[in-house]
């Protein structure tokens, strides 16, 4: 243990606490910027430095431990006018129209400059603008980017692909796309999590509301909307829900009250994306095609796009089965088109994701009778969702749980946990159960490939059906997935079933989600997801009646020859990434 | 009035030349791998801030070749604005009345011809495309990469044995490197910004001195693979150290009677005392290398036999054979080479020179180990005969300074012309040419005959070190590529069209140093490994203490002493001593921890892992 004094108190730590950990836990918040706990300990933005008594400079708290006997002062005349100088200077290179900006009123550097009181900048504004491509799903916009280089530490130290990195030297240092590409010829996953981690809005998706807003407006159009399970769990985050209040049906109903004609549940598809998916890979099993490489799972777009670039080899070994947003997409501009007795150039689907991977895979083309053009028209993240519903001003309080409209209502707890990282291997196996033993197992019976803490990041199970082990892996997390690949490529590991979701914790930590600096939520949003299953009257995707339905009336069996046309995919039929 | 006053600077210049000095340092700190065309641009704000304003093509003409590389850098320039840059750059060297401008015009006009790419890449992709690389200046200027701010935190804390094990992680050679190495690594230590570079080496020695034995770390699990090395250098001891620690059985074949190569039989035992080589060897042996002394390659053995009986072949024979006058008389009695002469001492054959006069041809550092060793063996007189001035010569500073404390002669500006031998056909003295200094060409200042007349040296030793030169007629023949006297590996280390064959160190890149052969071990070994089919990892599990948090106040860098010059040419004990605890502790308390303050800690301060 480590006794030092904090602006006057006393205080007993462990060896190796940071002063800035130190400091929290006796109430003082010494600001920080840049700082991201053991992803960007780099002390790059200088905001959180503090004064050892007895030095002449000061020292920064967020990558310096303590020492026994030191005496800090975490706002000390120095400290402050040095602080206060440090948040000008950034400010002179940070477009500072807030009133214009996605993170206003999210903003770490917005919160420090009005807590420091700083209501001039004395130094003259020198705002970096570089091009960049405004139909690409991701945004960078270079006069907000502070240099904190957490983009750049993300994408390397969680994705491992460094897409970001620090470009020319000296006076001219900037970010950029690494490897002097554009972000159209890099191998970009779209996870969006460098977008989750910029403090400021330098980073952002694309805004797609307004597409959606002319969509409603046009009277020709039929606005159909689907919602993916992970929104649930982070919406009301954006206004101060708590999950009890924040429920699917008041998105439901908020999607109504903006002028959407239908809405439903993605939780239908993922349930479809199971009976393909887990028919596809008891096929691939049985023919022994699972004995040196596994399957993959194939509803993560960010995962496609990685593979594709990282390991275009491993590609046939993806499942064929569309996810489940492009699932939906395809049967509301088919099966549920003919339902209403409407053409499918008519549709506009829309899709209210956790994600940004989405809005590039939603360029995916759809070719179904005579109609060409896509599955999905327009993909909004939940943030987008929540921004649009300020915009119309819709209030959470007068919402009310509405049902999704009917003919693809039913969705099963299997379904629902779609969002967390090892639900789609949960509802698969509880599925393929079902498929080899002809009875269903103890809804709960594959917990243990779920997640036992945010830090989870790969996860093995074997599991037991009659004479057959199933050898499962679930990674979350690109850098985990590149981790379970290189053992799987080098022999050391064998798997018959893999689950891969491009963000840690899964679709509820997605890139699309409501932004908290600092705080990785996946893991709790994760635990909501299962509380809607356990609770949920249908525990498994092959007992959704919809999902009969759909099969008896239009689609046949799984793997038919429709359902190969509508719900499957060539993961070949586009280019990853986009050659120069 | 007074008719004259003296002149006392005024404060501000006493500042602004305090400040020039800064400036040199920091130039000489500058980390490597910076935007060429950046820093032009920087050159060229100090140049014209230089400009005394009468003549135009500086004055005017240098402001203009700032906007247009500002131009550039802003990617705002076309092809045609270096065209206009380099005729206005060409225009002003020509027509400037003064240094400040042709030569600052001449500099821009260098970087545009010499950095074209770089302009070119502006242009074309509208970025820079430079990244900084080399974020710990020491680390990446070492060619074997140790972790130096991690073992001078170490000496700073007294854990002397961690250090060497540390050091170990990247050069199995502590010790001897602690005496010998040159220390590239100081070259662009960012503590020159302070005030001046931290005595690397002398901290490394330091470690070695203090450490007593340390073990080395666990071999891996026998892979069951066998693994030759021809050469038992610092180049193949280094490669079967690692090799061994891999879990391959290495079996080292040395020429010679006992290992290390130019470390036992080049550097004189006052550099590198032999006992304390020993220390190094005795470590990698430990591993289990095994060892077979008194063994040529292409004479007792053959690289086809060898290849035959084992699973890799690894060629580190050095460069131990010697360059020639080329003069008649070159084989007389008396006229030996360096390698010759300094091999003689280290097999305790050494000639007795008891009142003779010798002359050592060549300037560089084995040209220096000659004469201090031919002191030491009772020579009444002895000099260098070199055709260049002090200043051209390649050996280290301190050896020249060592050589003139113990009385050697430095006869500069002379040609070797002919040896004159004695009626008994042996050498009686050497014949120059006197030269004078001349045009730079390439950046090295040329010699041409001063027109004098020939000088005569007397000697009855004649020693000539002008260089080393490397067997290599066995490996030719064997199909090995050779091509300029070198056998030319690729850049792994291997051969095309010869797997399982490896070539590093001197024998493959020309006579280097110690640490450039460790560098070069390391990369075959892990290649090595690879061709084996293993992935073994070297790593190192000691902790590195968090830096001190001290204000870093100007400090003068701690040198090592020397024995006194009359007392040590009486024997070939160490003339080096290591500095005091207090001084190490100083002296490491000055490292600026570059792993941890700047780019450092942002991308990848520490290769914990090769």
């Known amino acids: ?309 990282q390991y275009p080899h491993l590609v046939p070994q993806v499942s064929t089965a569309k996810s489940p947003q492009q699932m939906f997409g395809s049967v509301m501009k088919s099966y549920f088109a003919q339902s209403i007795g409407v053409k499918p150039e008519d549709i506009f689907t829309l899709s209210i994701m956790p994600c940004v991977a989405k809005k590039g895979e939603s360029n995916m083309e759809l070719f179904y009778g005579e109609y060409a053009g896509h599955d999905i028209d327009a993909v909004l993240t939940t943030r987008e969702f929540t921004r649009m519903m300020r915009s119309a001003h819709i209030h959470p309080d007068v919402l009310t749980d509405r049902l999704s409209d009917s003919l693809m209502r039913e969705g099963s707890g299997a379904g629902v946990i779609f969002g967390a990282t090892g639900g789609v291997m949960e509802a698969a196996l509880r599925t393929a159960y079902f498929l080899v033993m002809g009875t269903n197992p103890e809804p709960e019976a594959f917990r243990v490939v779920r997640a036992q803490s945010q830090e989870t990041g790969i996860t093995e199970a074997e599991v037991q059906m009659g004479d057959a082990v199933i050898r499962a892996a679930i990674a979350s997390g690109l850098g985990n997935t590149r981790k379970l690949i290189e053992k799987i490529e080098r022999g050391e590991a064998r798997y018959d079933f893999v689950e891969i979701m491009a963000c840690p914790g899964g679709c509820v930590g997605g890139g699309g989600q409501p932004i908290h600096d600092g705080e990785e939520r996946a893991f709790i949003r994760g635990k909501n997801l299962y509380f809607l299953d356990e609770h949920a009257s249908i525990r498994f995707s092959h007992e959704n009646p919809d999902i009969h339905k759909l099969y008896e009336s239009y689609l046949g069996s799984p793997l038919s020859h429709k359902a190969h046309q509508l719900l499957h995919t060539d993961h070949n039929a586009w280019q990853m990434p986009k050659k120069r | 009035m007074s008719r004259l006053e003296i002149p006392t600077p005024s404060k501000s210049q006493l500042v602004i030349e305090g400040l020039y000095k800064d400036l040199e340092r920091r130039i000489e700190a500058s980390p490597p791998g910076l935007c060429p065309v950046d820093i032009t641009r920087a050159f060229l704000e100090l140049c014209h801030a230089q400009t005394c304003g009468k003549c135009a093509p500086c004055r005017i003409g240098l402001l203009q070749l700032k906007h247009l590389i500002t131009n550039v850098l802003n990617g705002e320039a076309t092809m045609e604005t270096l065209e206009l840059m380099q005729q206005t750059a060409q225009s002003i060297m020509e027509t400037s009345d003064c240094a400040i401008g042709y030569e600052a015009a001449h500099m821009v006009y260098k970087s545009l011809i010499g950095c074209r790419e770089d302009y070119e890449q502006h242009i074309q992709v509208g970025r820079c495309t430079c990244t900084y690389h080399q974020p710990v200046p020491c680390v990446a200027l070492c060619p074997a990469h140790v972790d130096v701010p991690g073992y001078i935190a170490l000496v700073a804390a007294g854990r002397y044995e961690d250090a060497i094990r540390l050091i170990r992680k990247d050069n199995p050679f502590p010790t001897t490197c602690g005496f010998i190495c040159e220390n590239p690594c100081e070259a662009r230590c960012r503590r020159n910004m302070v005030d001046d570079a931290v005595n690397i080496r002398g901290l490394k020695r330091m470690a070695a001195d203090y450490a007593g034995k340390v073990p080395p770390p666990p071999c891996a699990e026998s892979t069951g693979k066998r693994v030759a090395v021809v050469g038992g250098g610092p180049s193949g001891l280094s490669a079967a150290y690692y090799l061994q620690l891999m879990g391959h059985q290495v079996t080292v074949y040395e020429m010679l009677p006992k290992l290390g190569g130019m470390l036992r039989y080049g550097i004189p035992n006052y550099r590198l005392p032999k006992e304390r080589l020993e220390d190094d060897i005795n470590a990698i042996l ?325």
Not at chain 1, 193 to 218: S, Y
Not at chain 1, 241 to 255: F, R
Not at chain 2, 346 to 357: F, I, R, S, V, Y
Not at chain 2, 541 to 567: F, H, K, N, T, Y
């Open chain 1, 1 to 309: 243990m480590v006794t030092l004094t904090i602006d006057h108190q006393v205080i007993t730590v462990p060896e190796g606490t940071t002063i800035l950990d130190a400091a929290a836990q006796i109430g003082i918040p010494i600001p920080k910027l840049c700082y991201l706990k053991e992803i960007n300990e780099i002390a790059a933005c200088r905001v959180c430095a503090v004064e050892l008594e007895g030095k002449q400079r000061l020292i920064t708290s967020c990558n310096n431990v303590v020492e026994e006997g030191m005496v800090i002062y975490t706002n000390s005349p120095k400290v402050r006018a040095h602080r206060r100088n440090t948040v000008q200077l950034i400010l002179s290179q940070h477009d500072c129209k807030c009133a214009t900006c996605v993170r206003s009123g999210n903003c770490s550097l917005q919160k420090i400059a009005n807590d420091l009181n700083i209501y001039d900048i004395p130094f003259g504004e020198r705002i970096e603008r570089q091009p960049w491509d405004k139909t690409f799903p991701l945004i960078r916009n270079s006069a907000k980017c502070i240099k904190c280089m957490r983009c750049v530490q993300v994408c390397d130290k969680i994705q491992s692909l460094n897409v970001w990195d620090l470009e020319g030297t000296g006076s001219r240092s900037t970010i950029n796309v690494s490897k002097s590409r554009t972000i159209n010829e890099a191998d970009c996953s779209l996870c969006g999590q460098c977008i989750t981690h910029c403090p400021v809005g330098a980073l952002h998706e694309r805004d797609d509301t307004e597409k959606v807003w002319d969509a409603i407006a046009d009277s020709k159009k039929i606005v159909v909307a689907q919602v993916a399970p992970a929104v649930r769990t982070a919406w009301g985050e954006a206004f101060g829900l708590s999950p009890e209040q924040a429920t699917v049906g008041k998105i439901m109903d908020a999607l109504k009250k903006m002028g959407v004609d239908y809405v439903f549940d993605t939780t239908f598809s993922a349930d479809l994306t199971i009976m393909e998916e887990a028919n596809e890979f008891l096929e691939r099993y049985k023919k022994g095609e699972t004995k040196l490489r596994p399957m993959f799972t194939s509803c993560c777009p960010g995962w496609i796009r990685f593979i594709k670039s």
């Open chain 2, 286 to 610: 430990e591993t289990g290398v095994q060892v077979e002394c008194g063994v040529r390659i292409g004479q007792d053995i053959t690289i086809q036999e060898l290849r035959a009986n084992y699973d890799a072949v690894l060629i580190t024979i050095g460069a131990s054979t010697d360059k020639k006058l080329d003069l008649e008389n070159e084989n007389a009695p008396g006229v030996i080479s360096a390698v010759q002469f300094l091999q003689m001492v280290g097999k305790n054959e050494a000639m007795d020179l008891t009142g003779q006069e010798v002359a050592v041809v060549g300037g560089g550092n084995v040209s220096m180990d000659a004469v201090r060793t031919a002191v030491r063996l009772g020579a009444k007189k002895v000099s260098i005969v070199y055709r260049r001035r002090v200043a051209d010569m390649t050996a280290l500073p301190a050896e020249i300074e060592g050589a003139i404390a113990e009385g050697v002669e430095v006869r500069t500006l002379q040609a070797p012309e002919r040896i004159e031998l004695d009626e008994q056909g042996a050498v009686k003295g050497l014949w120059t040419v006197p030269q004078m200094i001349s045009k730079i060409k390439d950046g090295r200042a040329s010699v041409v005959p001063s027109g004098e007349e020939s000088v005569f040296i007397p000697c009855t030793t004649l020693i000539v070190a002008i260089g080393q030169s490397i067997e290599t007629e066995h490996f030719k023949n064997a199909g090995v590529p050779v091509e300029r006297g070198k056998i030319m590996a690729e850049k792994f280390g291997g051969f095309a069209n010869i797997p399982g064959v490896f070539a590093g160190g001197d024998c493959a890149t020309g006579p280097a140093t110690v640490i450039r052969a460790v560098a070069a071990a390391k990369v075959v070994a892990a290649n090595i490994d690879e061709y084996l089919g293993f992935n073994h990892k070297i790593t190192c599990d000691v902790e590195i203490p968090d830096p001190d948090l001290s204000d870093r106040s100007a400090c003068g860098r701690v040198q090592l002493g020397e024995r006194e010059a009359g007392e040590r040419i009486h024997d070939f004990n160490g003339v080096e001593q290591c500095m005091s605890e207090k001084e190490a502790c100083q002296e490491a308390g000055r490292c600026l921890r570059c792993d941890h303050f700047g780019f450092g800690l942002f991308k990848g301060g520490r290769e914990k892992v090769w």
